[in-house]
């Protein structure tokens, strides 16, 4: 919208803050306009950057009932002609609110929180090379995300944490920062790291072997995401797409139900693993499944195709969500139709980014955690591969007497995403 106004000299800062109605934060003699490259990288020296209460009066629905006198003096001053100024604003209103307004900004505080020892005399805390808290078991005070900067008042600069604890006292105070863009990133790579140490610990016996309650990791992967999700990032629907695999959850009626499909939760079967995938194309949804089977040894593959809708943004209390809703038409289970009768799923998206996925069962934001990490076509279609060539851990394979060659399993791992 604004390239369209590109020839009439328009500054896109500017205009926004004209269309939020922030006149007090506009130059009264505008300075010449400064070209860096494109015309995204339009700026005018001294713009000041846009306050909350700025951004926030942006979704206002003035910006939708005509256009205020003021603001149409100023787009008048950047020469968008009159007949225009409503059209404007009515186009750039739903951006204003989709891009800014939908982006909870989070001051960094700095706060004193005090620690105590544990009876074993530890801290039960977990801190990064950054001196960011990424694990917490005790010390109620304390959050994961928290970047450590002063211990008993004395700033650690170049030190670690381990390194500023003075022996033989049985507490301290931690002047640390809470919130910001850094505890985002901090909480995702802890996040990561469990993922990836929760890969290696399941090893063969894949999902079955989660234990989503009383697991040392568990409680980790619930405080991190709950710190993830109360920072309100804004979900891209983009982001959502691609192929994601699923690497913890603690549903544990999804488990016991064996899946999506439900074939996991028959005699003798278990959920393996889960992966889905969803895309702009026809089918928009697919799930894959591994099926362990303790009777014969082996794994089997079901697949499922239909539709995802993806439902607008909502903003809560407690972040933001998206509600996921999933309707399956098709279900094959080793290559051959199993059912057309239709599945339905709801599940919401708390969090997402080009690396990692968290959602939340039953359409509802406070359901069963669900953290997918992302990753290529190829590699799941390897993955799907060498799960249906894996024999079940502890159990002899039996295969018919007039089975010569093992069953088709390519199909599913070639056709997931087309």
Known sequence: ??????????????????????????????????????????????????????????????????????????????????????????????????????????????????????????????????????????????????????????????????????????????????????????????????????????????????????????????????????????????????FWKLVWTNDVAFMKLGGVSGLGGLPDCYLAAHYQCYQDKDPTGQTVEIIGNRNLGSHAIAQMKGAFSVAAQQDTDTGVRRVVSEVYDSTKYQGSLLTSKLVKRACVVTYVTTALKVCRSGGEGDGGIYVYTRISQEDVGKAIQEWSEKGVPGVEVKKPKWEVDPPQTGSAASSLGN
């Open 1 to 242: 919208v604004l390239c369209r106004f590109w020839t009439m000299r328009l500054c896109p800062l500017l205009l926004l803050s004209a269309a939020g109605q922030c006149l007090a934060f506009l130059p009264v003699s505008p300075p010449p306009l400064v070209r860096l490259r494109g015309p995204e990288r339009i700026l005018r020296p001294g713009t000041p950057a846009f306050p909350s209460e700025a951004r926030a009066s942006l979704a206002r629905p003035s910006l939708t009932m005509g256009v205020s006198a003021d603001v149409s003096s100023v787009l008048k001053r950047y020469g968008v002609a009159a007949e225009d100024h409503e059209a404007l604003s009515k186009e750039l209103a739903p951006l204003f609110q989709r891009d800014m307004v939908a982006k909870k900004s989070r001051k960094v505080e700095t706060l004193e929180v005090s620690i105590v020892r544990n009876a074993e005399g530890g801290l039960g805390i977990e801190v990064d090379k950054s001196n960011v808290i990424g694990g917490n078991r005790g010390q109620k005070e304390l959050q994961i995300g928290d970047k450590v900067i002063a211990i008993n008042g004395v700033p650690l600069g170049d030190k670690f944490v381990a390194q500023s604890l003075e022996a033989g006292k049985s507490s301290y105070v931690f002047t640390v920062e809470r919130g910001g863009g850094g505890a985002a990133g901090s909480l995702e790579t802890t996040l990561m790291a469990l993922a990836g140490d929760e890969a290696m610990r399941l090893g063969d016996n894949g999902l079955v072997a989660l234990d989503p309650i009383s697991g040392a990791s568990s409680a980790k992967f619930v405080s991190t995401v709950s710190s993830l999700e109360e920072l309100g990032a804004s979900i891209s629907e983009d982001k959502m797409r691609g």
